[in-house]
Structures are given as structure tokens and as C-alpha cells.
């Protein structure tokens, strides 16, 4: 007792005379202040004073069996826990955490998350930084750069954005021990990486989309750390507890995860602005809100993701002669090892087909894939290592590829890449070519391709996978500059290609007729000129070592000139990035060929028509039923359904060319009239007249397929048609170019007189007929108020189509009496009914 009370005692004194010294330095100069905190008697009080809570010698915290890992800091594991030795110089750094799955759990294959839950798959990122805190603690923050300013001077707001973005802690974590010789302090992350966080786990939002529950701390581990100098790779085995479909008793899910500290570079590479007119990636992890390009408010800006190419400081000169030279640090992907050999020498060639796009921005050997080295070559590599990139093959039944990448949000820098190949992704190539091509290449007549012709296309999807992790975006609009008939003028295509992009969703030559004799080069797609015009864009070095905002002209100089000497450099923007007026272009539409989607659409329904009645020898094996016949008229249909869909863009369609105060032209424009109205013919013809071509009643009696498919794609289309969206856009043409403009009222009345032509020629009428005039009905309906999808009531749309049912309803009317049959009757009067009674509820 005695004791307890003497060291209160003298914590209060200690307490009273630093305070008290305190107070008075404020009064005396600066020598004094340093005679005062040398005291010796202040010395003896604070010694008296307790150690803060935890805070232990080094060899009592780091014991003599710990594990250790040395990298840019090290890593400790002492039997089940894990303990981080930071230094003081990377306190305060910007480092990258990347979270992968490296096993996946058995149990775990939920159809929303299939994405996110095999071996491989990237599952979150944050740029977090280690700062000394408060209570002998270091903090662990994560860190934004969505705002931003580089002006530090006295009217700058660099130290007005510092006060006004204090950055969040995540995690606090008690000091256990300070290594004096190393500067270094030692702390305790066990619980927290362990924990469900997004720091070292799931991010946010894809934690939500995979069902997973809490994480099971009895059943969660950390199994082995690596440590390298820039990087620091931990694995940890997390279970989470998991809902069981329509029940609410819960089952274990156990994933072994791989999280990755990686040192980002102190001074960030200089980024390149991104420009729509070319089509890399550049919006989110990289857009921000910069304080000082715009001195009277803000802009925002977002730069371009693209890997760090520079030219060795020996080839500087050489480089900026126009010389080809090699990067310091080329791009490297390595092929998974568990990749089935056969394939491998095909997903090399994929990727190193772009070292001739990269020869135009100035590099040689720029990117190459290698296979990975084995343990006996190699027992320090790892596929998970945030050092190498890699395509990681999974043994999914997912028919996909996809090609992610980790990027520096401070820059757009790419740091690395794993590229997801899924095995199934064959079944879907088969389909495509078998649909696409199975008319012009007798390879494709077969119910399974030969090795050959297999591996080549997969080289084409392992291509386009890769220019994504180039940071090129799919370019829909590459194809769209493509004369139609040069698609079958076997000297043109076999030099050019298809489609000027790899990035293009254009898959195979469909346009190509048999008697075109076209080879595999004018079918199969390639890395065109667009392609290698945006790596030259996004990649070249602009000598001088100017700023970004000094290159901005230098850029856009470069597209202005481009665009100009030939169409084949228009970039097509995809419509899934917040650009939503190109979703209105039928220039940027996937799986589509040519500059006309009426006259291609006419040519690959002849090669279908040339397939359906080989469907079941070309897919028929030994000893299996017709099922894969059955699932080939399915793909068939949906590559007619493509067809019309493409042609239907067209009708209302709005033209979207961005460009910059230097270029002439108009930005929005409307697709032509005559070409909406050759569109609506082709529907027409080839749609709302039921194409009995395409009724295989002996299939359909072998397989489950039917004519249903063909019907729903038919009142698709109708209903898109009779759409409120889509009538509001025809009004706002017409409002905006007059009688050039393909009027609501034209559009309606040729639709009109095509889904009722039996009634000008008093013809029965079919049962398909009748459920298409149906829809019509139903659908026209909906566009008068009080139904939720209707016109705006004060539009003079709303008023054309109450004119157009009037006249449907007594066009009807005035048919009836031609017609004896009892279907076709009895069809009509309900039509009369339904439009009569949403005309005049009354009656």
C-alpha cells in the first residue's frame, strides 16, 4: 500500500513540475529551454514514471523462435501470431494492399459471386499508409486521392485540402517494442488481418455480392508469410459462415487468401489525361478533382492506366532519334503451370502479338509471356507474388476470360496484371465460330475442333484479353468503319482484317460468303491499326520531360492528325462508363460487322440458313443423344437475335463523335432517314414476317428446343420498338431536323402496316401473326397514360400515337366483315375491344 501511494505521489510532482517548467519556457529563451529539459532532477522524476501499457524490450516481443521474413520491412510469426517490424522510413509511405484468392473453398460456387470466388480472382485493394498516433500507437489509414492540388504556395490550396481531408483510420495497433538500432516499431495485425475488413479481405461491395457471412475466428489463420523488397506476401486461411439457399441454417466456407503490401513508388509515374477519342480505361480507380487546372473552379480529371515504359538511361538519346530500344522493365506474364501444355504455346503467342504495337510507340521485346518456372528452377517464385504478372487458369465451368489489373491510383500506373482464363472459355469459342464461321470453313463441321484451329482461337481471345491489361478499352465502333462488301473482297479483308481492333466485340467474319474463297487471315480478328495507334498514343514518350498539362496539346494534336488520315483510328466508345448518350450510336455495338447492319444482317442470315440443316450431322457423336444440336439452334437463334438487334439501332439512332475545339463537325448527329427506313423494312422482311426458315420441326421433336425462341425474339424487338424511350427520341429528331427526320407518325405507320398486312389483303391470319398483333396492341397501349410507361401527356407524341390506335382500331373494323374463319374473327374483335376500352374507358 505503502509503495502504491509513494509512485502516485511522485507521478503527481512529475506531473507538477513538467507542467510547471512547461508554462515557464513559454517566458524564457531558447538556451534556457534546453537547460531546463537537460535537468537532471526532471530526468529522475519521468523515470519514475510508468512505461505505457504493452511496451516491452525487443528480444521479450521478437523471441529468439520467431519466424522471420526480411523484405522492404520485416515480418514476424511466432506461433500463431504475426507481428510487423516497421521502420521509420516507410512510415508515412503509400503502400498498395492487393487481396487474391489463392484456394478456393469447395463448398463455395455462388452463381452472383462466380467472379469472386476462384483460385486467383483479385478480391480488393487499398492504398493504405503506417503513421506514428497518439497513446504510443500506429495508425493504420486508408488513403484518397480524389482531391488534389499541387500548389503549395501562399494562395495555393494544397494546405487548405490537407485540413479539410484528414484521411480514415482503420485500425489502431498497440507499440510492443521499438528496435532502437533499426528505428523500427514492432506491432501486433494478427486480429486485425484475420478480421472481416477490406484492407486485407473482400472489398465492400463484392463481399456483398457473394453471400459470405462473418468470418469464423476459430476456424481463421495466418499460414505463411514472404517478404521481398518491394512487396510482403501473406497468406491466411479465413473461413465465413454461409447461408444455405432457402434455409436459415448456415454452412463453412474456407478460402486461403493471399494479401500483398506492395511499396508504391515515392515519387508516382506521370500520368497521361485521359481522352475519349482514344479508348483506354481511365475513369475509376484514377479519376480526381483537381484544384489548379481550372483557376476559377475545379475540373475533374482522370489520367489513362498504362504500364511504366521508359527507355534505359543509356538509350534516352537513341529513343528520342526514333530508334527502337528496349525498356528498362518489360512487361513479363507468366503462364500459369497448372495451364494444360497444349494450350500454352498459343497464350504466349497471344500476348507476344503485341510487341508490334508497342514497336510504335518506340519499344522493342516491350512484352512478352514466358512459362512459369518450376520449383526445381525456381523454389522462391510464386504465382501470387504482387511482383509478377500472370494468366491464372481455373478450372471453371464460367465460359469467360478477363484481363484485370492493378493499378496506382495516383497515377494510372498498371503494377500488375493476372488475367483470368476460365477453362470452360472453349465452349463458348466453339460456339462462336461453329455459328460465325461454320458456312466458309469446313473446320468448323465438326462436333468438337481440332487442336489447331482450337488453339487459334484461343491466341485471338488471350490477344484481346491482354490489350486490356495494355488499358485498352473495347472498341464496339472499330468494325463500324468497315465497307460492307470489302468484308468479302478476299484481298482487302485477308490484308486488313475484319475489323481495324482486337478490342472490337466482332468476333468472326459472318458477312464472308463460300464462293469468297476468304482463308482464316480475312475470318479470325487481329491486332489492327487502331490497335497499334493507341498503344503508340497511350505509351510513346513525349521528349522534353514535360508536365501533363504541357503534353495535353502535344496529345491532342496527335488525334486531331490521325483521325484525319484515315476512319479506321475511330475509337467506338463502349457504352458502360457513364458515357450514356453512345449507347444511342449504332456505330458502337458488339458482335456487329460493317458500315450497314441492314446489308451484313442480309448476308450472315444466308450463311445461317446454309448451317440449320446441317445442325445435327455436324454436332451428332457416338453413343450421345441430340442435345448439343438442340443447345446449337439455340446459339443460332440468338445470332439471328443479334442480327435484328443490330439493325434496330439504327431507327431513332443518335451519332456521338467526341471531339475538341480544333475539329470541325458536329459532335451529335441522327443516323439518316433513309437508313432508319431501309432498317424498318429489314425488320420487316426478315423479323415480323414469321421466318419459317428458321422452324425445324424434326429438331424440335429430338431436342428441347422450339419455336418459341424465334417468337421471343420477335416481340422483342416489337416491344423496343414501342418503347416510350424510343418514341420520345423520334419526337426530339423531329423537333430538332424537321421533315429530314423519320417521324414518329412514319415509324408507327410502317410498323403498323407491317405487323397488319393480312388486313389490306384479307388474308387469314396465322396463329404467330396473331400473337405478334397482340403484342402490338398491349404494347401500343402502354404509351397512354395512366399506365406507368406512358408518353408524357402534354407531348405531341402522346398525341400521334392516340391517333394511331384510333385509326388501328377502325382499320380493324372495317376488315372484320372480310373475314369468315372464327380465329381470325374473334382475334380482331378482342383487338377492337382492348383498344376502344384504353381509349374510352367509359364505353
Known amino acids: 500500500m505503502s509503495t502504491r501511494i509513494t509512485k502516485r505521489v511522485l507521478l503527481f510532482i512529475a506531473l507538477f513540475v513538467v507542467a510547471g517548467f512547461s508554462a515557464f519556457a513559454q517566458k524564457t529563451t531558447k538556451a534556457d529551454t534546453t537547460k531546463i529539459k537537460k535537468s537532471d532532477s526532471v530526468a529522475a522524476l519521468v523515470k519514475l514514471l510508468p512505461k505505457p501499457d504493452g511496451l516491452k524490450p525487443y528480444k521479450d516481443v521478437v523471441t529468439a523462435d520467431a519466424k522471420t521474413a526480411t523484405g522492404f520491412f520485416k515480418v514476424h510469426k511466432i506461433d500463431d501470431r504475426l507481428l510487423f517490424e516497421l521502420p521509420d522510413s516507410i512510415l508515412g509511405r503509400d503502400l498498395l494492399t492487393v487481396n487474391r484468392i489463392a484456394k478456393s473453398s469447395s463448398e463455395f460456387r455462388h452463381p452472383l459471386s462466380r467472379l469472386v470466388s476462384y483460385s486467383g480472382d483479385w478480391i480488393g485493394e487499398s492504398v493504405i499508409r503506417f503513421e506514428k498516433g497518439g497513446m504510443n500507437k500506429i495508425m493504420l489509414k486508408v488513403i484518397s486521392y480524389k482531391e488534389r492540388s499541387s500548389d503549395s504556395s501562399a494562395n495555393g490550396l494544397s494546405k487548405t ?7 480514415p483510420i482503420y485500425a489502431a495497433f498497440p507499440v510492443k517494442a521499438v528496435n532502437k538500432d533499426k528505428a523500427a516499431t514492432v506491432i501486433d495485425v494478427t486480429d486485425y488481418l484475420l478480421s472481416d475488413n477490406p484492407v486485407f479481405g473482400y472489398q465492400v461491395d463484392l463481399k456483398s ?5 462473418p468470418v469464423l475466428p476459430d476456424r481463421s489463420y495466418i499460414d505463411s508469410i514472404r517478404a521481398f523488397p518491394m512487396n510482403v506476401e501473406i497468406q491466411s486461411v479465413k473461413t465465413y459462415s454461409v447461408p444455405k439457399p432457402g434455409s436459415t441454417a448456415m454452412t463453412p466456407a474456407t478460402f486461403e487468401f493471399n494479401s500483398s503490401i506492395v511499396l508504391l513508388p ?27 487546372a481550372n483557376p476559377q473552379g475545379v475540373k475533374k480529371i482522370s489520367n489513362i492506366w498504362r504500364w511504366r515504359l521508359e527507355p534505359k538511361p543509356e538509350d534516352v538519346e537513341k529513343y528520342n532519334r526514333g530508334e527502337l530500344v528496349e525498356p528498362q522493365r518489360p512487361i513479363i506474364i507468366y503462364i500459369d503451370p497448372l495451364t494444360p501444355k497444349k494450350w500454352v504455346p498459343y497464350l504466349i503467342q497471344g500476348v507476344n502479338d503485341w510487341q508490334a504495337a508497342f514497336e510504335k510507340a518506340g519499344f522493342k521485346n516491350a512484352i512478352m509471356a514466358k512459362e512459369a518456372p518450376t520449383k526445381e528452377e525456381d523454389s522462391t517464385w510464386s504465382i501470387d507474388d504482387a511482383r509478377h504478372s500472370a494468366l491464372v487458369y481455373k478450372p471453371s465451368d464460367f465460359a469467360n476470360a478477363s484481363g484485370p489489373s492493378v493499378k496506382d491510383p495516383r497515377s494510372g500506373e498498371i503494377l500488375e496484371t493476372h488475367i483470368n482464363w476460365y477453362h470452360n472459355v472453349m465452349d463458348i469459342l466453339y460456339k462462336w465460330y461453329f455459328i460465325q464461321a461454320g458456312a466458309i470453313d469446313p473446320r468448323a ?60 466485340y466482332a468476333r468472326f467474319n459472318y458477312v464472308a460468303q463460300p464462293e ?14 487502331y490497335d497499334k495507334w493507341a498503344i503508340e498514343w497511350g505509351y510513346k514518350m513525349i521528349p522534353g520531360n514535360k508536365t501533363a498539362a504541357e503534353e495535353k496539346p502535344i496529345l491532342n494534336k496527335w488525334i486531331i492528325d490521325k483521325l484525319k488520315s484515315g476512319s479506321q483510328y475511330f475509337f467506338g466508345i463502349e457504352a458502360v462508363q457513364g458515357e450514356a448518350t453512345t449507347q444511342l450510336d449504332p456505330r458502337n455495338q458488339n458482335e456487329d460487322l460493317g458500315d450497314d447492319a441492314m446489308l451484313a444482317s442480309s448476308y450472315g442470315i444466308k450463311n445461317l440458313k446454309r448451317i440449320l440443316p446441317n445442325l445435327i450431322k455436324w454436332t451428332q457423336e457416338p453413343d450421345e443423344n441430340y442435345a448439343r444440336a438442340g443447345e446449337m439452334y439455340t446459339e443460332l437463334v440468338n445470332q439471328y437475335n443479334r442480327y435484328m438487334g443490330h439493325v434496330l439501332m439504327n431507327i431513332g439512332g443518335v451519332l456521338t463523335t467526341p471531339k475538341t475545339v480544333e475539329q470541325p463537325g458536329d459532335v451529335y448527329d441522327f443516323v439518316p432517314k433513309e437508313k432508319q427506313k431501309r432498317a424498318m423494312a429489314f425488320l420487316q422482311k426478315e423479323l415480323f414476317t414469321t421466318p419459317e426458315w428458321l422452324r425445324d420441326t424434326h429438331l424440335y421433336s429430338i431436342s428441347s428446343t422450339s419455336f418459341a425462341s424465334v417468337e421471343n425474339v420477335q416481340k422483342g424487338i416489337l416491344v423496343q420498338l414501342l418503347d416510350a424511350k424510343y418514341i420520345s427520341r423520334l419526337a426530339i429528331q423531329e423537333a430538332e431536323s424537321g421533315t429530314k427526320a423519320y417521324t414518329v407518325l412514319e415509324m408507327l405507320t410502317d410498323l403498323r402496316k407491317g405487323i397488319f398486312s393480312e388486313l389490306a389483303l384479307n388474308k387469314p391470319i396465322g396463329l404467330n401473326r396473331r400473337n405478334l398483333q397482340k403484342v402490338y396492341v398491349i404494347k401500343l397501349l402502354t404509351l397512354l397514360p395512366p399506365d406507368k410507361g406512358a408518353l408524357a401527356p402534354d407531348s405531341d407524341a402522346s398525341s400521334v400515337v392516340k391517333a394511331h390506335a384510333r385509326e388501328l382500331a377502325a382499320e380493324i373494323k372495317r376488315s372484320l366483315p372480310n373475314y ?22 367509359k364505353k
Not at 485540402?161 to 484521411?167: D, M, R
Not at 475442333?449 to 485471338?460: H, K, N, P, Q, T
Not at 369468315?820 to 374507358?841: G, N
Open 445 to 504: 463441321n465438326k462436333p468438337q475442333f481440332d487442336d489447331s484451329l482450337m488453339g487459334e482461337l484461343i491466341r485471338f481471345v488471350s490477344s484481346h484479353e491482354v490489350g486490356h491489361t495494355l488499358g485498352l478499352r473495347h472498341n464496339w465502333g472499330a468494325s463500324s468503319t468497315v465497307p460492307v462488301e470489302k468484308l468479302r473482297d478476299k484481298a482487302w479483308v485477308e490484308a486488313h482484317g475484319h475489323t481495324p481492333s482486337i478490342m472490337d
Open 820 to 841: 369468315q374463319d372464327v380465329m381470325s374473327v374473334d382475334h380482331l374483335k378482342d383487338l377492337a375491344d382492348r383498344i376502344t376500352t384504353a381509349l374510352d374507358p
Open 209 to 213: 455480392w457473394t453471400t459470405l457471412g
Open 161 to 167: 485540402l490537407e485540413t479539410n481531408n484528414i484521411q
Open 266 to 292: 515515392k515519387e508516382p509515374m506521370k500520368g497521361r489525361p485521359y481522352d475519349p477519342r482514344v479508348g483506354f480505361f481511365g475513369l475509376w480507380p484514377t479519376d480526381y478533382v483537381d484544384f489548379d
Open 516 to 529: 469468297d474463297h476468304i482463308s482464316e487471315k480475312g475470318i479470325f480478328p487481329r491486332i489492327g491499326d
